[in-house]
């Protein structure tokens, strides 16, 4: 299994519509749970929250999403730790039940990936390959390019990283965003071509 995305569908305002696709091969390094996993033999784990594989992990996913966000005009995002929790506590959710599907009612945009480990590979430039398919000259959201349009997105500023693990051994990595993104009417002034 490689590293694949849940798609959403825009249909009206806020609303969107549930659909899975297969999930293409393509893999993305992330922390393990097992902190022998994360240090070496010899060294203890880190009690220092900034130090841990996921506090490290949240910070490369928030680097490259700015990277990519510049690219497009886009203020830099922050990471918020209240974001972080719901981002956490939801991908623990999967992983506990073996699914894979977006939250209900968070009031954040989503991004969603399922993974095998594979170092130096990050969900963001799998999201920011749907580029390939985005038309700026007709922008609106599609199933092929949702998540894309959000890590982009220029009125999201605050980002939330999450991981679970699933017993099959897929990591499933949720980014959450504050404003939401992809809503209707507003891409024009959201998903500003490269520049």
Known sequence: MGCGSSKTE????????????????????????????????????SNNKTESGLEKFRLQC?????????QHG??????????????????????KTNKFEHSKGSGFGENLAGCTCKEGEFPEDMWYNEIKDYDFDNP?????????????WKGSTELGIGIGYQ????????ANYREHGNMMGAFPQNVLPKQ
């Open 10 to 45: 825009e249909t009206s305002g806020n609303a969107k519509e549930e659909v899975q696709e297969p999930i293409p091969q393509k893999q993305v390094r992330l922390p393990s749970n097992n902190p022998k996993e994360n240090n070496t033999q010899n060294e203890k784990p």
């Open 62 to 70: 928030l680097e490259r999403h700015n990277v990519l966000r510049k």
């Open 74 to 95: 886009a203020p830099p995002m922050k990471l918020v730790d209240e974001i972080n929790e719901v981002a956490q506590k939801y991908a623990e959710h999967l992983g």
């Open 140 to 152: 609106g959201f599609s199933m092929n390019t949702g998540h894309f349009t959000q890590v982009v």
């Open 167 to 174: 017993k099959s051994g897929m990591c499933v990595v949720v």
